[in-house]
């Protein structure tokens, strides 16, 4: 893919969600068509969704990732941040930057529809990527950056993460999800 298109994305009919376009680390996908400029981040598991029913995937000495992650249709809206991010003023962009992998982009993108969030960028890790998140969404945030956001906050679950994003810069609200206790 050449970099212009990597940049631009797809563009399609109001409403529909463009193929995902390989930025670096990650794959972008365009909700509505694209913007820029100021922007909030979201965490999705432990943030907007509740993965609390998953965890028990991740127990053991070989944590099961593919059942963690294909169980994610079923979780339930964490109802105080949706709420939140409702109430963002239509001017900010909402990037919802995930470690999840690529591969389970339609069934993320079907649960983001099934509760009617808004969301204007969804930024995913590559399949084969098995750095750790927080190396991941650095250089994503670089690259969000890069292409013309300014991201005003971040909402995140994994104070590693959180850590990371203050470094960069950027002001981050902790919601404690317990999966990192």
């Not at 996908?29 to 998953?54: I, K």
């Not at 204007?120 to 950056?145: E, H, W």
């Amino acid at each position: 893919m050449d970099g212009a298109a990597a940049e631009d994305g797809p563009r399609g009919p109001a409403g529909a969600v463009g193929a995902a376009d390989a930025v670096g680390a990650a794959r972008w996908s365009w909700n509505d068509g694209h913007r820029r400029g100021p922007a909030v981040v979201f965490d999705l598991d432990g943030v907007l969704s509740n993965a609390a029913s998953r965890q028990h995937f991740l127990k053991g000495p070989r944590p099961d990732w593919e059942a963690f992650f294909a169980a994610s249709i079923d979780d339930p809206l964490v109802d105080e941040v949706a709420a939140l991010l409702g109430l963002l003023a239509p001017e900010l962009g909402i990037i919802l930057l995930t470690a999840r992998p690529d591969r389970i982009r339609p069934q993320t993108v079907g649960w983001l529809g099934r509760h009617h969030l808004r969301w204007d960028l969804l930024v995913m890790r590559r399949d084969g990527d098995y750095r750790p998140a927080r190396n991941f969404k650095q250089g994503a945030v670089r690259d969000i950056r890069a292409r013309g956001f300014e991201i005003k906050l971040c909402l995140e679950d994994d104070l590693r993460n959180v850590e990371m994003f203050r470094q960069e810069g950027v002001p981050s609200l902790y919601i404690h999800s317990g999966y990192y206790d």
